[in-house]
Nanobody, 115 residues
Framework: QVQFVESGGGLVQPGGSLRLSCAAS????????MTWYRQAPGKERDMVAT???????NYKDSVKGRFTISRDNAKNTVYLQMNSLKPEDTAVYYC?????????WGQGTQVTVSS
């Protein structure tokens, strides 16, 4: 069955960096675009960044120039490098295909940006 395991979150000061990882299994990873999502308290889950199988990238406007999505098809893993973090980036971060294609979601990884 499809599984996503997110990791790499934590508490970081404003301006700091984190690198998130999402290990996927149960489907042919290299055939699918992958998306990072985030959900802040009291808000809906929102798309952050997407990468297609050949490596084309798309970002939410508020993270452009600060976040970089990448993938390693050999490891079935998608990454999110987050730099210059802001308090408004605080959320639980998840991965899935675009549009939440797969019904199974991982537990997410908490990112808290605070001084």
């Amino acid at each position: 069955q499809v599984q996503f395991v997110e990791s790499g979150g934590g508490l970081v000061q404003p301006g700091g960096s984190l690198r998130l990882s999402c290990a996927a299994s149960g489907f042919t990873f290299s055939n699918y675009a992958m998306t990072w999502y985030r959900q802040a308290p009291g808000k809906e889950r929102d798309m952050v960044a997407t990468i297609t199988p050949p490596g084309r990238r798309n970002y939410k406007d508020s993270v452009k120039g600060r976040f970089t999505i990448s993938r390693d098809n050999a490891k079935n893993t998608v990454y999110l490098q987050m730099n210059s973090l802001k308090p408004e980036d605080t959320a639980v971060y998840y991965c899935n295909a675009p549009g939440g294609f797969f019904s199974a979601w991982g537990q997410g990884t908490q990112v808290t940006v605070s001084s």
